[in-house]
């Protein structure tokens, strides 16, 4: 069975309608046959300049098990279907727009895919309009944000090394750090609103084209020298830290429980992490993350530190500016970052929100780009994909609870993304399938599901809860096809778990992939 296939990605039913007659009487009588019949009639179609397709006899529902959540009052929207037929098995209210969550970033990896390449990188530059004598830098050294959504403090100790190899040992001058691509990008959920004071997470990080590490403070907690001693903080990038440690962790007897919890805090512009709880006596190490309240503040500070460690002394301290270096600075170092086959995987397997809205403000261009641009261009993206329909994107991670699209939409995309090959592996690639997913909650349902499918997820709980699951499956017989879940609340209240959702798709996907 050929991986992929060229038939044409959309379904007009309408424009069949001179060759009904003739599909009528040559109707098969033995529709297990149906088949090698479905593909001659898919060419007289397409001769015809029509795309055929064919409705299974479970287009109506097929959902049996999913739908039952109606009765207890949430939103369910479903749709199946075959790749290379076009064939519907199973649809439920397909065209109804709903918050889709986590499903957005299936957008982002389709358009950044359609705009970059799998190859493309990013690259972050050092850049100075000053002058270089005996070892100084006498000016402004300008770190040059690309908004890669993956720069780490690796590409950041690569880029010192390049002002090494040029002889520089001191810079009379500042640390400048330019976001002038965007950043700081102003929040448009609450989730990021209230970051920038306070976070509990690594999912709300705040976005700049100059953030590196996730934009993500970690702080490693170590046991103490004894039972009840302060455990050990340590940052796990800089050997001065550049945060406030609040240490109220307390080392416990060796095989006693271990349970750590951690905020960072704002105040007058310098971040506190508040770390408590207890680590055992013989625990290794534990690596906490939490979003930092400035990034390009961080990445500064971070450059910094690792230019001193270089044996590098910046004499002017850390800035950031929103302006661009001027045409005549001189690059000093440059450094690429992965390429985008590679911050997909990354992206799309866990869910990550900064990467999927990094991404998304690099579709926009220019300087000062908005998340609202960004998820514009989503949508001028999406309504290129035929048959796709209605999109609303105000962000690639789905964050963003105004997010609207819907199941016959993400079908489309998914449709699409298949029919080219050469960016299909990529896309495909960063989905999980249960069996060996990174996911836990992921690892359900039938032995048939948990191997023949290949999926993401999107999970909200606030203001409504909502659940949704999309991707592909392999048929029994090899064959291609698509679906999308979605399922919206109405309230807040009541809590949608994942396994009122999970297991009844899991049950109503394997009786489709066993009869294909």
């Not at 972050?124 to 403090?153: N, Y």
């Not at 997820?457 to 029994?476: C, D, E, K, M, W």
Request: glycine share 10%.
């Amino acid at each position: 069975m050929p991986l992929f296939r060229t038939a044409p990605t959309s379904a007009r039913p309408s424009r069949l309608s001179p060759l009904l007659p003739l599909l009528k009487a040559a109707r098969p009588a033995a529709a297990g046959k149906s088949l090698r019949f479905t593909r001659s009639l898919r060419r007289l179609a397409m001769a015809a300049g029509a795309t055929l397709v064919v409705a299974g006899p479970a287009q109506a529902a097929g959902f049996d098990n999913l739908t039952r959540l109606t009765d207890k009052g949430f939103i369910v929207s479903a749709q199946a279907r075959m790749l290379d037929t076009g064939e519907t098995l199973a649809s439920v209210n397909p065209d109804q727009q709903l918050t889709p969550a986590s499903l957005s970033k299936l957008y982002i990896a389709g358009a950044a895919l359609d705009r970059f390449g799998p190859q493309y990188r990013f690259s972050t530059r050092l850049r100075s309009t000053g002058t270089i004598s005996g070892g100084v830098l006498t000016g402004d050294l300008v770190l040059e944000g690309s908004g890669d959504p993956a720069l780490t403090s690796e590409e950041l100790w690569r880029l010192t090394e390049e002002l090494r190899f040029r002889g520089i040992r001191r810079v009379e001058g500042r640390l400048l750090i330019s976001q002038w691509r965007f950043g700081p990008v102003p929040c448009i959920s609450t989730d990021r609103c209230n970051a920038s004071r306070r976070s509990s997470n690594a999912y709300d990080a705040l976005l700049s084209s100059a953030a590196s590490n996730y934009a993500s403070w970690c702080v490693k907690v170590m046991p103490g020298a004894g039972s009840q001693a302060p455990a050990r903080l340590a940052s796990c990038d800089t050997t001065q830290p550049t945060e406030i440690f609040d240490n109220q962790v307390t080392t416990v007897g060796a095989g006693g429980k271990s349970a750590i919890n951690a905020r960072r805090t704002t105040s007058n512009g310098r971040d506190t992490l508040v770390v408590t709880g207890t680590i055992a006596a013989d625990s290794q190490p534990r690596s906490i993350y939490r979003a930092v309240s400035n990034p390009a503040l961080y990445t500064g500070e971070l450059m910094r530190d690792i230019l001193a460690r270089a044996g590098i002394t910046v004499t002017g301290g850390v800035d950031i500016t929103s302006t661009a270096p001027p045409s005549s600075a001189a690059q000093l170092g440059s450094v690429e970052g992965k390429p985008m086959q590679e911050l997909l995987t990354r992206m799309l397997n866990y869910s990550n929100n900064f990467m999927a809205d990094q991404l998304t403000l690099a579709l926009v261009g220019g300087s000062q780009a908005t998340l609202r641009q960004g998820g514009a261009k989503l949508e001028t993206f999406a309504s290129a994909i035929p048959g796709h329909g209605p999109l609303t994107m105000y962000s690639g991670s789905g964050l963003t609870s105004q997010n609207r699209t819907s199941v016959s939409g993400l079908v489309a995309l998914l449709d699409s993304m298949y029919h080219r090959p050469a960016l299909f592996p990529t896309f495909v690639a960063g989905l999980q399938a249960p069996v060996n997913g990174p996911m836990r909650f992921i690892r359900r349902g039938s032995e048939t599901f948990r191997n023949h499918v290949m999926v993401k997820t999107g999970t909200l709980n606030n203001p409504v809860p909502v659940r949704a699951i999309s991707g592909y499956f392999r048929t029994q017989s090899g064959r291609w096809g698509a679906f999308a879940v979605m399922v919206n609340g109405r309230a807040a209240v009541p809590y949608l778990s994942w396994p009122q959702v999970l297991d009844p798709v899991a049950e109503d996907l394997t009786a489709m992939i066993e009869r294909n």
